[in-house]
């Protein structure tokens, strides 16, 4: 799942979300394979960002997930003689090199 | 001698809160809703009427209770179908919180992130253990770290010395806070809350969410809250101020442990809601400009 500018929207992608207004009026449900033209539409409906289904597009500012960890251990510092938090720290990492796989 | 100077620290700061200038607290709707539900015949309905002709309040509220951190089912279109379901103290904080979380929005996008973040893992595990009115938890998970926005709006010399403490003595946000004004945030968020007549079960998470087996009352809301924050932190969404996930008190967790599965699917669902505040943190911030 990706969270993409609706400038980033290509036809073939499939919606993970609803596409939603802001006053949260469903405009286009999840499942729905964009086309060119809805792409249009929502954009003209003032809509600005997509969740679409898989990670079709690498962008620039994404971390590698040794940055990831490597962070994670660092928020965990004064923490690590904690053994319930140390194992909190375990299940994020393991989810985080779980989502890296998707 | 260094105590008594703490106290007086502390007592120079509770005082200067009772002027408080710097924020735009109180809405002047805020103070006529105190009076209107006192009043036994007031109704959701006419309450409802009388936010409603605040067009820019009624649209920030319903964005606000519309968002990915409510969680709620279903679209709620009115601001007396939002009292309704969602209850009274809860849209009452949105509106007197609006123009602090609009002051947020544009000055500490972290902190507004972080208590996004707090306020949607409180929800998801007060809804896990089937507590009444599960939007009222997010609610205080919204505002726990509102003492911090006091002090850098209201303390500004004071909010500069901790930020330089936090980086180069690598102290946390509260170690820094009590030893420079003496009162750390939960406490300064939790006095003035209590000014704006909100519940208990609102104001006791916010005042423990650091120790929250020293709130009298609501413990278990006040753990939600504190390990809600500590989640958040851990994962890394937004910003609290400093880098660290803050203390676990053990006896707090004792009441709402869970096992590793369930954390699990907290973090898978945490995931999908967190992509959902980012574009919501977006679109705030885009209708803003407008």
């Not at chain 1, 792409?39 to 997509?50: P, Y």
């Not at chain 2, 649209?59 to 951190?69: E, G, I, R, T």
């Not at chain 2, 369930?262 to 809601?273: A, I, P, Q, S, T």
Request: proline content about 5%; glycine content about 6%; some cysteine.
């Amino acid at each position: 799942m990706q969270s993409l500018p609706i400038s980033l929207a290509a036809p073939g992608m499939v919606l993970a979300k609803a596409v939603k207004t802001e006053d949260g009026k469903v405009l286009c449900g999840p499942g729905v394979e964009l086309t060119a033209e809805l792409i249009n539409r929502l954009s003209k409906s003032g809509i600005h960002v997509a969740i679409v289904k898989g990670h079709p597009i690498h962008m620039p500012d994404e971390k590698s997930l040794a940055e990831l960890i490597k962070e994670l251990e660092a928020r965990f510092e004064r923490v690590k003689d904690d053994p319930v938090l140390r194992a909190l720290m375990r299940v994020i990492a393991e989810h985080m090199i779980e989502q890296s796989k998707m | 001698m260094e105590e008594k100077d703490q106290n007086q620290k502390r007592q120079e700061v509770r005082a200067r809160l009772r002027y408080i200038k710097s924020l735009p607290i109180l809405p002047p709707i805020a103070s006529m809703l105190n009076k209107m539900v006192e009043d036994e015949e007031m109704t959701a309905v006419r309450l409802g009427a009388v936010i409603e002709k605040d067009q820019v309040l009624t649209s920030k509220l319903l964005k606000m209770v519309n968002s990915s951190f409510f969680g709620f089912p279903q679209r709620i279109s009115t601001v007396s179908n939002a009292i309704v379901l969602l209850g009274f103290s809860v849209i009452k904080t949105l509106i007197v919180t609006s123009s602090i979380f609009d002051m947020m929005q544009s000055s500490d996008v972290g902190l507004w992130e972080h208590s996004l973040g707090c306020a949607t893992v409180a929800g998801i595990l007060a809804r896990r253990r089937a507590i009444k009115n599960p939007e009222e938890v997010s609610t205080a998970g919204l505002i726990h770290d509102l003492g911090k926005v006091v002090i850098r709006a209201e303390f500004t010399k004071e909010y500069n010395e901790i930020q330089g403490m936090v980086e180069t003595r690598r102290l946390s946000m509260m170690e820094a806070e009590l030893e420079c004004i003496g009162v750390a945030h939960p406490e300064i968020g939790g006095w003035l809350i209590k000014q704006w007549n909100l519940p208990d079960r609102l104001i006791l998470p916010v005042l423990y969410h650091h120790n929250p087996e020293g709130s009298p009352e609501f413990r278990e809301l006040s753990a939600i809250v504190h390990f809600s924050d500590i989640l958040i932190r851990a994962i890394g969404f937004g910003s609290g101020g400093d880098l660290w996930v803050p203390p676990l008190d053990h006896q707090a967790w004792e009441r709402i442990k869970m096992g590793k599965g369930e954390v699990k699917d907290l973090l898978n669902e945490l995931d999908e809601r967190i992509i959902e505040l980012q574009d919501f943190t977006i679109q705030m911030q885009q209708t803003k400009v407008k």
